[in-house]
């Protein structure tokens, strides 16, 4: 299985184009956010202290959780491609296992989603302090590498499963688009949930992987909102934290960081049943 998945990451990392298209996403909220968000939001936290250092470790957060989605989107092209080319078919007539070419799949698809994701988490740093920000604590540093594997996981869990559906590689590349366009709206990264109607806001809050994202928040963004609020009345805290999509409410009820986490694990454990499933029983038919 090691052996399978090694040459999986290799293939992935020795296409450029492939590497740079599954970080797309991440370079369009980058721009899109020094360019044009990061000015018009700065504008309405005039007067708030460490208003810089709150809002890019928000937008960072949302970064964080689209790289788990785009770069394991990348990484399982693999598949895609060893089917289209009729690899998978020599595969399934050798001695190899199907067991150990769908772990080797799976294993390979979270290895590249978990580097990435450190890649990302080490250039959202570099950012955050080069604007005046500081670094994470340890016990933040901790929860953030927690969440990177856990979001990755699920991330590929969804993404094996949906990607076993795809026959050519143009089909792939279709769906690559529409996931990476749509990825920051569904996560409520591009402009704040409280601004968007409440039938977004609903669709976003039930969207699994907008979850991570909200944990990242409420992790990048523990540190600037003491600064920020310091003394500030607890309803005006509360108030930032449903507006920004740090918090997710259901009416008057708050979505608690453990049912967040449950609603990830639970999503990882559903999806990765059944892409597994979905994969054993194509290779069979």
């Known amino acids: 299985?090691?052996?399978?998945?090694?040459?999986?990451?290799?293939?992935?990392?020795?296409?450029?184009?492939?590497?740079?298209?599954?970080?797309?996403?991440?370079?369009?909220?980058?721009?899109?956010?020094?360019?044009?968000?990061?000015?018009?939001?700065?504008?309405?936290?005039?007067?708030?202290?460490?208003?810089?250092?709150?809002?890019?470790?928000?937008?960072?957060?949302?970064?964080?959780?689209?790289?788990?989605?785009?770069?394991?989107?990348?990484?399982?092209?693999?598949?895609?491609?060893?089917?289209?080319?009729?690899?998978?078919?020599?595969?399934?007539?050798?001695?190899?296992?199907?067991?150990?070419?769908?772990?080797?799949?799976l294993l390979s698809t979270l290895t590249v989603g978990v580097v990435m994701g450190l890649v990302a988490l080490l250039l959202t740093e570099l950012y955050i302090v080069a604007n005046g920000g500081s670094i994470l604590p340890i016990a933040g540093l901790v929860k953030v590498l927690g969440l990177i594997l856990l979001s990755t996981t699920v991330s590929g869990a969804i993404l094996f499963f949906l990607v076993s559906f795809f026959k050519t590689q143009n089909a792939f590349g279709v769906a690559s688009t529409v996931v990476g366009t749509l990825i920051g709206f569904l996560m409520g990264i591009y402009v704040p949930l409280g601004v968007l109607p409440p039938s977004v806001q609903t669709a976003i809050k039930l969207f699994p992987i907008s979850h991570a994202a909200c944990l990242f928040r409420q992790v990048l963004m523990e540190v600037p909102m003491n600064l920020a609020f310091a003394g500030a009345p607890g309803a005006v805290l509360e108030e930032f934290q449903t507006m920004m999509g740090v918090v997710f409410r259901f009416g008057d009820s708050a979505v608690s960081p453990w049912v967040s986490l449950l609603i990830l694990v639970v999503t990882a454990l559903v999806f990765f049943t059944l892409g597994v499933w979905r994969m054993l029983y194509r290779s069979q038919g």
């Open 1 to 105: 299985m090691i052996t399978f998945a090694l040459r999986n990451l290799k293939l992935f990392f020795r296409d450029r184009a492939s590497v740079f298209f599954s970080l797309l996403a991440v370079f369009i909220i980058i721009g899109l956010y020094v360019l044009f968000l990061g000015d018009t939001v700065m504008a309405d936290m005039e007067g708030v202290p460490a208003a810089r250092f709150l809002m890019d470790s928000w937008i960072m957060a949302g970064l964080l959780a689209v790289t788990a989605v785009t770069t394991t989107m990348g990484a399982v092209g693999v598949v895609v491609e060893d089917r289209a080319r009729g690899i998978a078919q020599d595969f399934q007539t050798s001695p190899i296992k199907r067991s150990t070419i769908v772990g080797g799949y």
